[in-house]
Each structure stands twice: as structure tokens, then as C-alpha cells.
């Protein structure tokens, strides 16, 4: 009997397939060995087989002719799973690269580490830990400062006209990254932009409402414009900041048809005017938001019709640290509709030109009448 379930287990793990079409077949085995010794035997430049292992991986995925499926390898997948947690290992700056190649700070986070060791916008970074990045890119400076082994960084950086040298010290901490914005550019109207859905985006957004609030609003324009997605528990954590207990926010159906409903954990309903801009690049969780106030009635939609990526996927990590991202679930607004490839259409439909922006002009005009 054991010999049995041996041959059984050994037979379920090999390809059962002779076919060379098929990717799980001993043909397409033996097809790949075949590609590798010619590979092997003429090809003339260097060969990184691991860089032809992941773009196999790569390959095999994007068969599904699926934009939203993909292969991560473990690297990409940890530079992924930093964004989408809304914070991130590191001293507080952003880099970039002027004209003549020179690497300089950006911005600083308010109250980073690099805020409080006295670095400064427009500073040309010299050295990190000694180590010489004049004319080094944005990215390999990030990769230097993610790489390091302890937390203490030293720059030496130079600063002004007068060409000052400084060395300044600090360690890296654990720091948030904001996805939301917001300010009362107009007497009364609060403005929060939301540039994507992360874990930290409701805590973001509940903080905005608040501040404002202190500040006398009376109604309120939330900018999703050019806000792709991210996460759907970051979006419904969102959504519950103003909907009431209990209220379907969205929902999802598997190729089985099994349903799942995502119920607002309860907030406080908005007792003001509210509009919510939104755009062709409005896509995925910020559509969940845009189609959810919209079924509701909560606030009016100003813009133009939205991206129409109404899918879900899932991730799985496979053994070796490396990530598959599947499309699995579509998603329905709470009345039911499925906006994949049609997109939201707003309530009122207004085009940007290239000098203007009419569609905030517009949701100023809306609110100031409803007031």
C-alpha cells in the first residue's frame, strides 16, 4: 500500500502532459533544455541564468494576457509590500538629479531624521558613510541607504553658493508616507487630495477631516484625480471614516460566484456639501470610493469618466521568497454595478484644458451654491 502512495505522490509531481504546448508537459521540460544548451553551447555575450530563470516566471504569467497578473521576484516584491504598508526604512529625504548630474536632496520629511540632523532642500549629497556619490543616481543612493546593515547614515553633503561642506549624522526610523494632502484653499472649502489607498490612508484622511473641521469648513472637495488604486482594505478603512455602520461599501464575487461584502465599520456621515473630482486615471480602490459616494449620495462626482478597472487581485508567496499576483475577484459597487471597462461616470461631466483647471473650478461653483 505504501509503495502505491509513493508512485502516486512521485506521479502527481511530474508533468503529465507529452504535449509541448502545454507548460507543464515533460516536452516543454525537454523544450527548455534544448533552448539552454544552444544558449550554452553558441550564445556570445555573458549569460545570467537567474535573470533567464525570472523571465521565464515572468513569461509564463503574462501567457494569461492579463495586464493586472505578474511575477515579483522576492526584491520586488519587499519594495511593493513597503509602499502599499504607507511607510518605509529610512532617514526622510528624496533625491534627485539636476542637469549637470549632481545628486541632491528633493524634500525632506517634516520632523525625519534628516529634518532633525539639520539637512536641507537643495543640499548636493557628496558621501554617505564615506562612500563617494556625487554624481551617483537617485535610485543607487536609495539602494545604498535601504542596504545598510545598521540604521547610523552620515552625509556629507554641500550646501549654498559658498560651496559649505557639512557632515551630518543620523540613523534611519521607521517613517510614514503620506498619500494624503489637504489644505482650505477657498474661504470654507476644505480640499483633501488623495494620491493612492494605503494601510495608513484612513488614519491620513481622518486627521484632514479633523483639521479642517477645526479650521471652519463647510464643505469639502476630495481630489482623486490620477489616484491609480492600492489597497482595498485601505480604501473601505477610508470609506468608514463617513459611512454609516453596516452599510455595504463594496463587494466581490470569485469565477465561482462565491460573494464577499465589505461592510463600513461605522463613521461619521458627512453633515456637509461634498464633491469628489475625479478623471481618466482615477482607476481600481479610488473607483471603489468614487462608486460607493455615488450610491449613496453622498457627494457629487465632477470630472470625467473614470479608468473602468473593476478586477482584484491576490498575491501568493511561493517557496523561494518570490510573489505571484493573480487576477481573482471582481468588484461591485454597493447597487450592484461592475464598472470593469466602462468606468464611472460623473455626475457632472466637465474637461480640463491644458490652462485651467475647470473640473475644481466647476466642484468651487457647486458647493458655493449649495451653501
Excluded at 173 to 198: A, D, K, L, R, W
Excluded at 209 to 217: F, H, I, K, S
Aim: with cysteine; net charge negative.
Amino acid at each position: 500500500m505504501l509503495v502505491v502512495l509513493l508512485i502516486q505522490q512521485v506521479a502527481f509531481r511530474l508533468p503529465v502532459s507529452s504535449s509541448v504546448k502545454k507548460p507543464d508537459s515533460v516536452a516543454a521540460y525537454n523544450k527548455i533544455n534544448e533552448i539552454m544548451s544552444y544558449i550554452d553551447k553558441g550564445y556570445l555575450g555573458e549569460v545570467d541564468k537567474e535573470q533567464l530563470a525570472d523571465y521565464m516566471y515572468y513569461g509564463l504569467v503574462s501567457g494569461l494576457d492579463d495586464p493586472y497578473s505578474t511575477y515579483y521576484t522576492k526584491d520586488e516584491f519587499e519594495e511593493i509590500s513597503r509602499g502599499r504598508k504607507g511607510e518605509y526604512k529610512g532617514i526622510g529625504i528624496a533625491v534627485s538629479n539636476r542637469e549637470d548630474g549632481a545628486l541632491y536632496i528633493s524634500s525632506v520629511t517634516e520632523n525625519g531624521p534628516a529634518d532633525r540632523a539639520g539637512v536641507l532642500e537643495d543640499d548636493v549629497i557628496l558621501k554617505i558613510n564615506g562612500e563617494d556619490f556625487e554624481n551617483a543616481t537617485f535610485a543607487e543612493a536609495a539602494e545604498f541607504i535601504r542596504g545598510l546593515e545598521k540604521d547610523d547614515v552620515e552625509l556629507t553633503v554641500l550646501r549654498g553658493s559658498a560651496g559649505e561642506t557639512l557632515v551630518l549624522s543620523m540613523k534611519r526610523e521607521s517613517i510614514e508616507s503620506y498619500s494624503v494632502s489637504y489644505g482650505m484653499p477657498e474661504e470654507g472649502i476644505g480640499y483633501i487630495y488623495i494620491s493612492s489607498f494605503t494601510a495608513v490612508t484612513a488614519k491620513q484622511f481622518a486627521e484632514a477631516r479633523t483639521a479642517l473641521e477645526e479650521q471652519g469648513m463647510n464643505s469639502l472637495i476630495i481630489d482623486l484625480r490620477n489616484n491609480s488604486g492600492g489597497l482595498v482594505t485601505g480604501v473601505c478603512d477610508t470609506l468608514s471614516n463617513f459611512v454609516p455602520e453596516g452599510d455595504m461599501l463594496v463587494y466581490t464575487e470569485n469565477r465561482d460566484g462565491d460573494r464577499r461584502e465589505d461592510l463600513s465599520s461605522g463613521g461619521e456621515p458627512f453633515k456637509i456639501p461634498v464633491v469628489i473630482l475625479i478623471n481618466e486615471e482615477t482607476a481600481s480602490a479610488a473607483e471603489i470610493f468614487a462608486g460607493c459616494v455615488q450610491d449613496y449620495g453622498i457627494g457629487t462626482l465632477i470630472g470625467t469618466v473614470t479608468f473602468g478597472k473593476g478586477v482584484v487581485q491576490n498575491t501568493y508567496p511561493l517557496s523561494d521568497g518570490s510573489v505571484v499576483k493573480l487576477t481573482t475577484l471582481r468588484y461591485f459597487t454597493p447597487n450592484g454595478n461592475n464598472i470593469h471597462g466602462v468606468g464611472i461616470t460623473p455626475d457632472i461631466e466637465v474637461e480640463n484644458t491644458e490652462t485651467e483647471d475647470l473640473q475644481y473650478l466647476k466642484a468651487v461653483e457647486v458647493l458655493t451654491e449649495n451653501l
